[in-house]
């Protein structure tokens, strides 16, 4: 059954706390995403990788950190730097294609820090 | 970062009703175009990619217009089911597996 994960689907944690939030395919694709969605707002990208062991900020990265150790995982930290981290956190991956790059969606993971 | 904008309805339409969306991006450097479907507190999916030629899948229909940079998703004979919020997505460059950029989406109510 091929797919992207994610988990947890639901996530509570304190102020000032980090959080990770994995990411896993088994797609064989090359390019993984994460977004961030607000209530009423669009996707905001913040970080991608197109390839193992290398990653780019997007355009939100501040107060998050990720990783790209292998090739079906890309794990999202966020850290107490960020400042309004609630939000409903989306992972996406791609093949790597010069053409088009068609983006496949995980279940998305929410999360709240009270 | 290019921006893509939407209508930004909501429509709410009765059953059977055609209605569009209609989506512009500012990069002209930009080679793919989607459309996605969001239900309410869901992933969004993938609908259709959005070609040249315009394409058609059942009742939906999507077009593109480069000179004027935008891209439409007609829907036909619309049904209760296809009530959800609808993205445009249009990747950030001229390279193909540069990251997708989104619209805010569109709300589509179809009412019975």
């Known amino acids: 059954d091929g797919g992207i994960t994610q988990s947890p689907k639901y996530l509570f944690r304190k102020e000032g706390q980090n959080v990770t939030l994995s990411c896993e395919q088994n797609l064989n694709h090359d390019a993984m995403y994460w977004y961030r969605q607000d209530p009423g707002q669009g996707l905001r990208l913040i970080y991608y990788s197109q390839i193992v062991n290398d990653f780019q900020k997007g355009d939100i990265a501040e107060g998050y950190s990720v990783s790209r150790e292998k090739k079906e995982s890309f794990p999202l930290t966020v850290t107490s730097a960020q400042k309004n981290p609630t939000a409903f956190y989306l992972c996406?991956?791609?093949?790597?294609?010069?053409?088009?790059?068609?983006?496949?969606f995980g279940p998305g993971t929410r999360l709240t820090v009270l | 970062r290019k921006e893509v904008e939407q209508d930004p309805g909501p429509f709410n339409v009765p059953e059977g009703a055609t209605v569009a969306f209609n989506c512009t991006y500012s990069?002209?450097?930009?080679?793919?175009f989607f459309w996605y479907r969001q239900d309410c507190r869901k992933e969004p999916k993938l609908l259709m990619s959005?070609?040249?030629s315009g394409n058609e899948d059942g009742r939906f229909t999507a077009q593109l217009n480069r000179a004027s940079q935008y891209i439409s998703l007609l829907i036909r004979d619309s049904k209760l089911s296809d009530s959800a919020t609808y993205l445009c997505?249009?990747?950030?460059?001229?390279?193909?597996?540069?990251?997708?950029?989104f619209g805010k989406g569109t709300r589509l109510s179809v009412i019975a």
């Open positions: 996406a991956s791609s093949p790597r294609n010069r053409e088009s790059n068609e983006q496949f």
């Open positions: 990069n002209s450097a930009s080679q793919s």
């Open positions: 959005v070609y040249s």
């Open positions: 997505a249009v990747n950030g460059g001229s390279a193909g597996n540069t990251p997708l950029v």
